[in-house]
């Protein structure tokens, strides 16, 4: 089939307004003999003619109002689609929360990236069909990995608020025995990340879900703050585009780091939101990575007190507004890396 049609930001245009254009899967070769899969509406597989060594998964907008990233992935696409990108590995490209991105939220009626690893299962909300789908979409294509393939995962978000370390990665918890990928480190380094923060514990998110069930190097990468579509400074996402395209376009882009450069943080207290009260003890406009005096009170609530525990204990992802029973707050605390994998 010609692709043409696709060019420009249309399969994203289509897949957000006029998703039945994408009822039946559609395929199509490009001249350079790349293979192009629409799955769904905002989920597309790329395979190139000669294939390198890994499967990689680019996924953008599980929330739909972080829209740079988005952005990134669908100019991307019309890259390849035009042929100035040649891809080398087989990509999976997923544009997640489609009804969100039309309403500028991050999401209709649940937050997506509490959906992944099973639990969807218990109701029927768009974005928990949504989330299967997604989950579903990944197993088939990590499955075509043979031999020592790499799996990789990355997740594009930004995030609600001002931070301190503009852009940082939440690295899932690896719960298998695996080290850190020292690999890793320098390609999201790349990207212009800096601040890496190392889960504690299995979550539902999108990037656990695919680290954990695959055994893939899974991301959450958050590249800077919301913004609404034509907003963005699209300079200041230079090098994570530069590097993105690298990775998908050269046989083994691995630049490396110089960890001594990066800071490391590990997570000291998950506190869930358990009643409708809950406050947090510090203002909205206080950025990500803000870091506190041991016995600072951070939020409340009927029956608890949440206080810093150490001297510089730092604040991520607050948000009292969440549902009941879901994170309003991270707190994290420097840490350094002895061992790491290749």
Same mark, same amino acid.
């Given at each position: 089939m010609d692709l043409s049609f696709l060019a420009n930001g249309q399969f994203l245009h289509l897949s957000r307004f006029q998703p039945d254009t994408f009822a039946k899967q559609v395929r199509g070769t490009l001249a350079n003999k790349t293979t192009i899969d629409i799955i769904a509406p905002g989920i597309v597989e790329i395979t190139p003619a000669t294939q390198a060594d890994k499967l990689i998964v680019l996924s953008c907008g599980i929330h739909g109002n972080e829209t740079a990233p988005i952005e990134i992935c669908s100019d991307? =696409?019309?890259?390849? *689609?035009?042929? /100035?990108?040649?891809?080398?590995?087989? %990509?999976?490209?997923?544009?997640?929360?489609?009804?969100?991105?039309?309403?500028?939220?991050?999401?209709?009626?649940?937050?997506?990236?509490?959906?992944?690893?099973?639990?969807h299962k218990i109701g029927s909300s768009p974005e928990r069909q949504r989330a299967k789908l997604l989950e579903d979409t990944v197993g088939q294509f990590f499955a075509k990995a043979q031999g020592?393939?790499?799996?990789?995962?990355?997740? =594009?978000?930004?995030? *609600?608020?001002? /931070?301190?370390?503009?852009?940082?990665? %939440?690295?899932?918890?690896?719960?298998?025995g695996r080290l850190p990928s020292a690999k890793q480190f320098g390609f999201l380094a790349a990207c212009g990340v800096d601040t890496f923060l190392l889960s504690s514990a299995p979550t539902t998110t999108f990037s656990y879900f695919s680290s954990h069930q695959y055994k893939a190097r899974g991301f959450t990468v958050e590249l800077g703050k919301v913004r609404p579509f034509g907003e963005n400074d699209m300079r200041s996402f230079a090098a994570a585009r530069a590097s993105l395209t690298a990775l998908v376009s050269e046989p083994d882009f691995a630049p490396a780091a110089r960890m001594s450069e990066l800071l490391i943080y590990k997570v000291n207290q998950v506190i869930n939101r358990q009643h409708l009260d809950f406050t947090l003890h510090f203002a909205d406009?206080?950025?990500?990575?803000?870091?506190?005096?041991?016995?600072?009170?951070?939020?409340?609530?009927?029956?608890?007190?949440?206080?810093?525990?150490?001297?510089?204990?730092?604040?991520?992802?607050?948000?009292?507004?969440?549902?009941?029973?879901?994170?309003?707050l991270l707190t994290v605390v420097p840490t350094t890396l002895e061992t790491l994998d290749v």
């Open positions: 991307m =696409l019309d890259e390849i *689609i035009s042929g /100035s990108i040649t891809v080398q590995h087989r %990509v999976l490209m997923i544009f997640g929360n489609l009804p969100a991105m039309n309403t500028g939220e991050r999401f209709i009626d649940e937050n997506m990236n509490r959906l992944f690893s099973g639990a020592n393939k790499e799996k990789l995962h990355y997740d =594009l978000h930004t995030a *609600i608020r001002d /931070s301190k370390n503009d852009k940082f990665v %939440v690295m899932p918890f690896l719960d298998d406009d206080v950025p990500n990575f803000t870091d506190f005096k041991q016995g600072t009170v951070l939020a409340s609530e009927p029956g608890a007190q949440y206080v810093a525990q150490y001297d510089g204990e730092a604040i991520v992802f607050p948000n009292a507004r969440v549902a009941l029973g879901q994170r309003a």
